[in-house]
């Protein structure tokens, strides 16, 4: 039995068709009572020739990977974990942004609060994909934040001497910075990769 036809638009759980019509392919699983569902919202595609239905899926979020390198901006930060929206991954721009958790360090149990703040640009290590949540270092000397922004009033802290200072406002501030240049910021936000 086919409950949806061939093109037919579907949401995350619709039943599709049973399975002795077609076996699950692409975005598809076996539900209750061998009913085929799908697990994406998309286009039903049936492979008369191999008896297999696959979900064209509406939108193609980027993968992401275990190493990649992402330009992402914090939105919360707690003591033992940031929230953050991941704008690129790999230099390359996300057309839909990605949430995900940057992690504490193991070694150090440094507090979070003092190595990145909301709002803060910060390149991070993809090193978790669990059940959907994907997880991120800064603790390499590569990574952490490369535009730190001010807590009490928004606008960019300068780096003086060995601490970040406000020029608007004054506050002094502490972050964990990524070793790299405005030049390369660029290169982040405009989706040009690096020189050889």
């Given amino acids: 039995m086919v409950y949806v036809e061939d093109g037919g638009f579907v949401t995350p759980g619709q039943p599709i068709c049973v399975a002795e019509e077609y076996y699950p392919g692409l975005n598809t699983k076996i539900f209750r009572d061998n009913v085929v569902i799908s697990t994406k919202a998309g286009f039903v595609n049936y492979d008369r020739s191999k008896r297999i239905v696959n979900i064209k899926p509406v939108k193609s979020l980027k993968d992401i990977n275990l190493g990649d390198r992402v330009l992402a901006e914090v939105k919360d930060v707690q003591e033992k974990i940031a929230i953050v929206e991941i704008l690129a991954v790999n230099m390359k721009p996300l057309k839909h942004k990605r949430t995900a958790v940057i992690l504490p360090n193991i070694k150090t149990k440094q507090d979070l609060t003092e190595c990145i703040g909301v709002g803060d640009l910060v390149i991070a290590e993809v090193v978790t994909l669990f059940s959907g949540v994907i997880g991120l270092s800064i603790w ?21 001497d060995k601490t970040l200072i406000c020029f608007k406002c004054g506050n002094k501030e502490k972050r964990k910075l990524a070793y790299i240049g405005v030049a390369s910021l660029d290169k982040w936000l405009l989706g040009k990769s690096l020189p050889g």
């Fill in 140 to 160: 390499k000397n590569e990574l952490g934040s490369v535009l730190p922004i001010c807590s009490k009033c928004g606008r960019p802290l300068r780096r003086k």
